[in-house]
């Protein structure tokens, strides 16, 4: 069977392409596609390696490692190494998933034509194959992942919290949304989305009621004694979700938030207690019927 260098690097790129575009998209990772190519292109470059034996240590386990580090990193640029790790196995889970299902079409398709050396498989299968097996295998990723979040119920992944802000007590329910990673961009501290309603007692109104004008940079309908107090405090948060792209929040950091889990008052326990958290002022309601009205990240849990 003749194994062409060029198919098997084109048919490696496509793959590693399409894993990367649906971790990312799992994952609601804005997505740099010249950064997933540039990753694929390197497992791809891999793959030549490890078929032709040029280099002997292409079967080392930390070698295998340090490589899908390097790709992940590349693809997605985590900010930190705890980012890094949850992109990591989210690759290799829908790698896995992936690989499964793609061999699985390829075999039923043209198993003659698949032979394996140095781990690999390979195969003389035409090219619309592959792309034919990575589209299904996409497809089935995805609608899995969708109908597992769908079968984790929002109860499951709703927390009472309690936030102290200015002095005042702030006692409201939270999602833990798996995407958000959100970060205050100068402090980097995790940002927990709350909406602006709740925060008229610890807030001034004149505040609350002008945050595009803030955002926007104009402070003309804010008193001079309350911009004095409340400029240093202001923080802005870019996101990207939420609705829309590029948008802005403004944020401020409060004295401390607390997670509680219980459902009973008397059978309360203090999940987690964080200081160093920032609040993103949200304008308008997160559900129609007010299940949770605050957004917060899986690390606060």
């Known amino acids: 069977m003749t194994i062409y260098v060029d198919v098997v690097l084109m048919e490696n790129l496509i793959m590693n392409y399409i894993i990367l575009l649906a ?34 240590i292409y079967s080392n386990f930390i070698l295998k490692i340090i490589l899908s580090v390097i790709i992940v ?17 989210f690759f290799y889970l829908t790698s896995f998933v992936f690989g499964g299902a793609a061999f699985a079409l390829i075999y039923i398709v043209k198993p003659q034509d698949i032979l394996m050396k140095n781990g690999l498989f390979l195969g003389t299968y035409p090219l619309k194959t592959v792309i034919l097996a990575a589209i299904v295998a996409f497809i089935i990723i995805i609608t899995a992942f969708k109908i597992i979040k769908r079968k984790m119920t929002k ?65 003309e309908k804010i008193p001079e004694e309350i911009r004095i107090k409340y400029i240093s405090k202001l923080k802005l948060i870019p996101f990207s979700s939420l609705g829309k792209q590029n948008g802005m929040l403004i944020g401020i950091k409060p004295e401390y938030l607390k997670v509680i889990k219980g459902e009973e008052d008397n059978n309360e326990e203090v999940a987690e207690i964080k200081e160093n958290v ?24």
Do not use: C, W
């Not at 971790?23 to 804005?30: D, E, F, N, S, V």
């Not at 959100?182 to 007692?201: A, G, H, Q």
């Open 73 to 89: 990193y590349i693809a997605y640029n985590p900010q930190t190494v705890k980012t890094l790790s949850k992109e990591l196995l």
């Open 278 to 301: 920032i609040l993103g002022i949200y304008d308008k309601s997160l559900t129609k019927r007010g299940e949770y009205r605050a957004l917060m990240g899986m690390e606060f849990v």
């Open 23 to 56: 971790t990312g998209l799992i994952l609601k990772i804005k997505i740099k596609h010249i950064r997933l190519i540039l990753g694929s292109l390197l497992g791809a470059i891999y793959t030549i390696v490890a078929y032709t034996g040029f280099l002997k």
């Open 155 to 219: 109860k499951d992944m709703i927390y009472k919290i309690e936030v102290k802000l200015n002095g005042k007590i702030i006692r409201t329910k939270a999602l833990v949304d798996t995407g958000n990673m959100l970060k205050e961009p100068i402090t980097n501290l995790p940002v927990v989305v709350i909406e602006r309603s709740l925060l008229y007692d610890s807030i001034p109104k004149e505040i609350l009621n002008h945050l595009e004008e803030i955002i926007g940079g104009d402070f």
